[in-house]
């Protein structure tokens, strides 16, 4: 971090938009000048009449230390000797109309626990990382695109608590926490927002500070040795990120200097405001954000909240509401220009990095380059996906069939962008229903659905997410003021789930046909998507080797078929090597026990075929464990024919 006074050249690129680290121009810094230890305090208020410091350091009288505006630049700033680390402050801004505000410091590091709002004086720069080792190993990876990607989502606030029902701290968390993700099997860990906010209701999506991680679970150093511990396990960590409106807060940034300063316009229907991407220096301000967080916290990735609503101009407008672009387009050029200049600074520093949009249109290349006319990001959730499977999935077996096409309509669309399919805390609350309530069926009858459903999305194309919870089929919605249900562990069929998720998650990174060849159709390979009267679907999964490739089939009904005929690319003998009906899990106990052996009549368009058995409500994956004869020539032919399944 810099020392000293904001420099003309930091001042001239912060006004022009293009200061991507002026969290170290700005904020709070603890300094030494002229032989005095102390902090040089610097804000940007460019309409106010005067800015003053308040503080624990001098009885929050502000007329004690008035801040000094540097030219034309709309910055104040000031140093004050003696002033250390855990002091806390605001500004005291005078506006032009007389009005005196208390405002808590944009740049500030760390705040006071709410219900208190000041911000923090704290040595950022004071921890020792010991993730070298996590770094070098993302420096020398060449392909984040086909590497195994599972993430457990995260809010710290509910995820589990003390008996008394008080908050485990950040150094607690990367005890129990990590250690628990890790033995899951995941890769990486999604934490819903931990920039400060005010209110727990808001899940941490309405911020106020957006440069200090919130103080409800300890100070920066803690949670930089949960990000740490992570990396030394082996966890990659994300931050939902919220750069799409914030909340009105007094102390907060809306009219921050007296005037809209940050923000654009009140969003229709949130309560909260729109920032103003047109804005230099609120481009400088969320730019860098978003580095701060890589930079600071070492974090791998964050997930860009809400995306939708900063492309469109009439997101949640009528007509009338809203005027078009100068094009005569509903897009925001503003917001759209910010987006790709965002990912693009990003990726500079980091680019290694996870970029990813919770974007819920059909707005064209969210995930292509930005020189091609993509907003740049490199993954996307995929909305659609989850809201088919899941309207799917709700439907008694009975009436499937007539549905069939919500279960097969996202492979038509798999690789038109890098998904990652979410089952996230939006789809368990607000009388959605929790995900093992959403199944069908009888008690017995939803855990198998659940464990089907869970097997269908581990080998559907696209990188996987699922929220706290949905690992042990909790019943109740997710609550964000009490624990996630963890006595249910007590019951068997909880149990079993738990350890089935567990195995499945160890399952698909095991098997490199499952994202080896994640990002185009040469991975995948359709055997029969067209049997809706049965509900069942069977589909391949190539990895890079030609003779190494998996058969997933998916029973959609409680129907037990003994006889079961599947067309298969390859002779060979075959194996049963997963199955979530097994009475480990709390399935029925139907499996494939011998090993199967290919027969030389067609089926599904395929030169080869296996019977097989197909259990209840079940996921079934079958792999060729052996050679028959010499077809080796005519098994690769096979595989060019028909690699590029489709309708």
Known sequence: MKNSNPTADEIYLFNQGNLFKSYEMLGAHIVEENGQNGVRFSVWAPNANEVRVIGDFNGWQGKLNSMKKIDKSGIWTSFIPNVKGGDNYKYEIVTNCGEVLHKADPYAFWAEVRPKSASCVFNINEYKWNDKKWNKGKQKEQDIYNKPQLIYEVNLLSWK???????????????????????????????????????????????????????????????????????????????????????????????????????????????????????????????????????????????????????????????????????????????????????????????????????????????????????????????????????????????????????????????????????????????????????????????????????????????????????????????????????LLDFEMHRKFKEYVKDLNRFYRKEKAFWELDQGWEGFQWIDCHNNQQSIIVFLRWSKSAQEFVVVLCNFTPQYYEDYRIGVPQEGTYKEIFNSDLEQYGGSGKRNEKKIVSEEVECHEQPFSLVITVPPLAYIVLKKVKEIGNHFKRKNNSRKKTRRGGY
Request: aromatic content about 18%; charged content about 20%.
């Open 161 to 487: 608590r003390k008996e008394d029902g008080s908050l485990y701290n950040y150094r607690e968390l990367a005890d129990i926490l990590v250690k628990y993700v890790v033995e899951m099997g995941y890769t990486h860990i999604e934490l819903m927002p931990v920039c400060e906010h005010p209110f727990d209701g808001s899940w941490g999506y309405q911020i106020t500070g957006y440069y200090a991680v919130t103080s409800r679970y300890g100070s920066p150093s803690d949670f930089m040795y949960f990000v740490d511990c992570c990396h030394q396990k082996g966890l990659g960590v994300i931050l939902d990120w919220v750069p799409a409106h914030f909340c009105k807060d007094a102390h907060g940034l809306a009219q921050f200097d007296g005037t809209p300063l940050y923000e654009s316009e009140e969003i229709k229907g949130w309560g909260t405001m729109k920032f103003d991407y047109g804005r230099p220096e609120v481009k400088s301000f969320l730019i860098s954000n978003a580095v701060f967080w890589f930079d600071v916290f070492h974090i791998d990735g964050i997930r860009v909240d809400a995306v939708a609503s900063m492309l469109y101009l009439d997101y949640a407008k009528e007509h009338g509401e809203w005027s078009p672009n100068q094009y005569g387009g509903n897009g925001d050029l503003n917001a759209i220009a910010l987006i790709k200049q965002l990912n693009e600074v990003v990726f500079s520093y980091f680019p290694q990095a996870l970029m990813i949009a919770e974007e819920s249109t059909e707005w064209p290349l969210v995930t292509g380059p930005t020189y091609a006319g993509g907003l740049g990001f490199n993954f996307k959730w995929n909305m659609g996906w989850m809201n088919d499977s899941l309207s799917y999935m709700e439907k008694d077996p009975l009436f499937r069939s007539g549905v069939h096409n919500l279960l097969t309509f996202s492979f038509m669309y798999a690789f038109s962008e890098n998904f990652i399919l979410p089952l996230s805390h939006d789809e368990v609350v607000h009388g959605k229903r929790s995900l093992i309530e959403k199944m069908p069926g009888d008690y017995w009858q939803k855990f198998a659905n659940l464990r089907n459903f869970f097997g269908y999305m581990i080998s559907h194309p696209g990188k996987k997410l699922l929220f706290m919870g949905g690992e042990f089929a909790q019943f109740i919605e997710w609550r964000y003021y009490e624990t996630l249900e963890w006595k």
